[in-house]
């Protein structure tokens, strides 16, 4: 099993940045892509940014030019740079990535604990 353990989460400024790390744990066999997702208050959970063990790396369209992710394999940790963080960033951001156990298993994903971040205006 994975375990994802992520911190960073806080409180900032409108125009100010947060930094979010998340380690994976545990026994598996390869941890393929991994990402960070946000849930706002009544809304759906959402992509934020996802990256490839090779370091290819997508956005959703919001974040762009402002938030950068970033992981290590050897550490299996994934990071994520939030620069210019406006207040409808505040959300709750979760941690993910989808592993191999075995090296015969089926991909599954994995998801950390979340950790709040708010921007006040």
């Known amino acids: 099993q994975v375990q994802l353990q992520a911190s960073g989460g806080g409180l900032v400024q409108a125009g100010g940045s947060l930094r979010l790390s998340c380690v994976a744990t545990?026994?598996?066999?390869?941890?393929?892509?991994m990402g960070w997702y946000r849930q706002a208050p009544g809304k759906e959970r959402e992509l934020v940014a996802g990256i490839t063990p090779g370091g290819e790396s997508n956005y959703q369209n919001s974040v762009k030019g402002r938030f950068t992710i970033s992981r290590d394999n050897a550490q299996n940790t994934v990071d994520l740079q939030m620069n210019d963080l406006k207040p409808e960033d505040t959300a709750v951001y979760y941690c993910n990535c989808r592993a191999k156990i075995t090296k015969d298993s089926s991909n599954y994903d994995y998801w950390g604990q979340g950790t709040l971040v708010t921007v006040s205006s």
């Open positions: 545990g026994r598996f066999f390869l941890i393929n892509g």
